[in-house]
């Protein structure tokens, strides 16, 4: 079990690039979420996926933001036309199923310039 | 939607020092969870614990349901011990408290 796998770990972008994120979820889990965290604060529920079906969009994931999980397996964020206010620490997690335990990846830390 | 209180915001420990983090909720949960998360952002999985009370090494946690609130010890605390902790409830998904933040000296 390698557990949940982000990448990149850390990306610099330009005000106004896009930029693609990517989580591999352990391998059994069926559920798959994104979360963002700003300094200071607790991480914020963007999306989740059950399988390959995007359940819950928060408010926060405006329509610069779109997440997808194709196969149901790993899941991708894109960031379209970058702003500094995205500049954050993205998370993925998963668990097998609703209400169980949740892991975490290792997030990618964006900045935006 | 369910509102997740932690405190204190901010503890400072000398090495060796008890502390009980709280987490209020205001509503029932199916699932709580508490986190550590370390200087480098990752987050820790402590415990997943809806109901009752678990230990793991000198950190313990209670969770009493129906007076919606949780509790974790972290008996003689290390400077590892510092960072950020949450709790997080799971309604269909994980909804994370403030955090405390803290800090442990030699």
């Known amino acids: 079990d390698t557990g949940v796998s982000q990448d990149p770990r850390h990306k610099i972008t330009k005000r106004g690039q896009n930029v693609t994120f990517r989580c591999d979820p352990i391998?059994?889990?069926?559920?798959l979420y994104w979360y963002r965290q700003t300094l200071g604060q607790g991480p914020e529920f963007l999306t989740y996926?059950?399988?390959?079906?995007?359940?819950?969009k928060s408010r926060l994931l405006s329509d610069r933001f779109s997440a997808e999980r194709p196969k149901g397996s790993f899941s991708t964020l894109e960031i379209q036309r970058t702003e500094q206010g995205d500049s954050a620490m993205y998370l993925c997690?998963?668990?097998?199923?609703?209400?169980?335990?949740?892991?975490f990846g290792q997030g990618t830390r964006l900045t935006v310039v | 939607g369910i509102q997740v209180e932690q405190s204190p915001p901010d503890l400072i420990l000398q090495e060796g020092a008890n502390s009980t983090l709280r987490c209020n909720f205001s509503?029932?949960?199916?699932?709580l969870q508490w986190f550590h998360q370390n200087p480098w952002g990752q987050l820790i999985n402590l415990f997943y614990?809806?109901?009752g009370t678990k230990q793991n090494g000198r950190l313990s946690a209670t969770t009493v349901a129906t007076e919606r609130y949780s509790l974790l010890y972290i008996s003689s605390s290390q400077t590892t011990d510092s960072g950020v902790y949450f709790c997080?409830?799971?309604?269909?998904?994980?909804?994370f408290g403030t955090g405390t933040r803290l800090q442990v000296f030699p």
């Open positions: 509503d029932s949960v199916n699932n």
């Open positions: 996926f059950q399988n390959e079906a995007q359940l819950e």
């Open positions: 997080a409830h799971d309604t269909d998904k994980l909804i």
């Open positions: 614990i809806p109901s």
């Open positions: 391998s059994e889990h069926n559920r």
């Open positions: 997690a998963s668990s097998l199923v609703e209400n169980t335990e949740a892991f």
